[in-house]
């Protein structure tokens, strides 16, 4: 009779892990979907307002600012207390700073509306996915890991297209500050999401023998969780060559995209509205590079290292012709490869960080490498920003060609001899519906 009560647990722990998965489904089209009502007219919003570009970046410096000091202690947030709650705070947040920036009239309630932005991010981003990956394995799916981390990745691009489909309907009806509207709804809803979460026992760090009280014992805590999580990253080869290729990689996606892309095609003879179709289609074709990047891997390369060879040769080929390609179809091509390239990396990366990590430790150690993107964009963006404005756009793909595509296969070629080389191909990945 024992035996059976155990296992009827058992089971239903099994069903609530599962039913996680299918709502962090929900939620990622949602987080997409708050991100894609945005992007299109975030810029056009502020220079309605008065902000000029260099201050409309300087406000964009301070969400990234935040995101940087705020990921590390939001990811131990996680690890030491919940990553449900650590969601629901962020998307409450920044819900929150979006409010702030449809009534804000001085450019200093702008910078704390971007700050609590920043923030919310901070704590939703590791903790998300550090939920997921858990839930993953307490629904006893942990051999279809890949294939359901690029099914949600997926699935945020899904919103974040739909998002972009809508916005030029919103603002028809509204103006500029009809998708702020919309923004702050789908991170209410978000929330909202985030309650029906079941958080996975084994997600929070075991207690200390002795609970910390006194401010000074609590900041010895603190500070030895977050030196641990440095260390597991740092002092792990595998980890760190992992790190460096996923910030450098998708660094050059986000610089490709924000600042180059729109002035480059806007100078190749691109519509404002034109652009807007041409990133549906990129971010439409990213989410299928993203459904299929577990095959594509099991496939064409088998191991994490061929596979992360074959892709950083893949983004500096893409990388070349997009800044110097002589007729616009191949600029189209270019970047197109590079959204390619995301999509395939992406699933992959996070599957194979999250499977070295700790339960204890994942989300502190994911917010660490989302750390590490935020700087890399602080240290290089403005200085490639300032070359493109006080020279010209010319000189500046230039300048980001010649840094990044080096550096992206010394990056790869630093994980082929890290990782570990496996004795047999991966089989191919069972999709959620096969059984």
Known sequence: MFDFIHASAASDRTRSFRRNVWIFFALKFVWGLRWGTLLPIVLLFFLERGISITGFMLLMASLNLSSVAAELPTGLFADRFSRKWSIFVGALLGCG??????????????????????????????????????????????????????????????????????????????????????????????????????????????????????????????????????????????????AIVYVVMMRVHFLTERPFAGPYLVALGFSHAQLGFLFMFYYGVMSLF????????????????????SLGILGAVALVVFVNAPLTPVVIVGMLGIYAMIGLLHPLMLQSLNRRLLSSQRASCLSLVHASNYSLGLLVGPALAAVSDNIDLDTGLQVFQWTFAPVMLLAVLWAWRALRPQTHREPAPITPGDR
């Open 290 to 309: 993203m459904l299929g990047s577990a095959r594509v891997r099991a496939l064409l390369w088998g191991s994490e290292r061929s596979a992360l060879l």
């Open 97 to 242: 700073g979006v409010l702030v920036l449809v009534f804000a009239v001085d450019y200093y309630f702008m910078l704390v509306g971007f700050m609590a932005v920043g923030i919310g991010a901070a704590f939703a981003s590791g903790a998300d996915i550090a939920l997921f990956y858990d839930s993953i394995k307490g629904a006893g799916w942990e051999g279809r890991s890949q294939p359901l981390l690029a099914r949600a990745l997926a699935i945020e691009n899904v919103g974040m297209v739909s998002g972009m489909f809508v916005t030029g309907l919103i603002v028809s009806q509204t103006g500029l500050v009809g998708p702020f509207w919309g923004s702050a709804a789908a991170l209410l809803t978000a929330a909202a999401i985030t309650l029906a979460f079941v958080e996975p026992p084994e997600a929070r760090a075991a207690p200390a023998p002795r609970q910390a009280n006194t401010f000074r014992e609590k900041s010895r805590d603190y500070f030895r969780r977050l030196k641990a999580a440095v260390q597991t990253v740092t002092h792990n080869p595998e980890l760190l060559a992992l």
